[in-house]
């Protein structure tokens, strides 16, 4: 069964003080994996997509990284508007769109 | 990047009634999504919308109480049918843009009291 974990489920951090956020899946072959930005009250914004291992993807201070296994969401000097629930969602090879989403990791940058 | 446009955005319901859900996409996509986040909980995909044709449900979902229309490649709907506290929660369109970026809109929160 195609399955997606992300933690910590949350994570403080300090202004400035950059941390990883992790994703495991397995999945019966990827397409694709996904990262998006939900902030409350708001739909999910889309971030990245990853295709391969080894694929890096960077957007200002974020950087998304791909193994077999996992995937990470480096936050390098974080402010606190970075502050949001970020989620990761993976998509079988096929034609199906369909994403699998884990249960998110709520960051809080505080000043 | 494709905007999507929800409406209601949000809605109080008595249990019992129906909703329709409206998506609507700026721009023609490959495929259309409908998705459920409950309270404190991830995405769930309900169904994939498909154009001229009944909907495709993932397992827990049906056609019944959950009946969805694409009537072209920017336009669906999506109804929450005789609806009861437990359909509470955020429904959510997305949009697959020529097979690569997946997009979502704001989303559509329903609480039913």
């Known amino acids: 069964e195609d399955q997606v974990t992300q933690s910590p489920e949350a994570l403080r951090l300090q202004e400035g003080e950059s941390s990883s956020l992790n994703c495991s899946y397995t999945?019966?072959?990827?397409?694709?994996l996904f990262w998006y930005r939900q902030d409350p009250g708001k739909g999910p914004e889309f971030l990245f997509t990853?295709?391969?291992a080894g694929e890096e993807k960077e957007k200002e201070r974020l950087k998304a990284t791909l193994t077999k296994k996992e995937s990470f969401l480096h936050i390098t000097a974080p402010k606190p508007e970075d502050s949001a629930t970020y989620l990761c969602?993976?998509?079988?090879?096929?034609?199906?769109?369909?994403?699998?989403f884990g249960q998110g990791t709520t960051l809080q940058v505080k000043p | 990047s494709a905007v999507i446009s929800q409406k209601p955005s949000r809605d109080i319901c008595q249990r019992g009634t129906s909703l329709t859900i409206q998506c609507q996409v700026d721009s023609q996509v490959t495929m259309m999504f409908w998705y459920r986040q409950q309270p404190g909980q991830s995405l769930t995909l309900i169904a994939t919308a498909n154009q001229g044709s009944e909907a495709t449900y993932e397992s827990g979902f049906v056609i019944d109480k959950f009946p969805i229309s694409r009537p072209n490649l920017t336009f669906s709907t999506l109804t929450v049918s005789n609806m009861s506290p437990e359909d509470s929660s955020i429904y959510l369109c997305?949009?697959?843009?020529?097979?690569?970026?997946?997009?979502f809109g704001e989303g559509s929160w329903l609480t039913v009291v």
């Open positions: 990853l295709y391969s």
């Open positions: 997305s949009g697959w843009e020529n097979g690569n970026t997946i997009y």
């Open positions: 999945v019966s072959g990827l397409r694709g």
């Open positions: 969602a993976v998509q079988a090879r096929g034609n199906t769109g369909k994403l699998i």
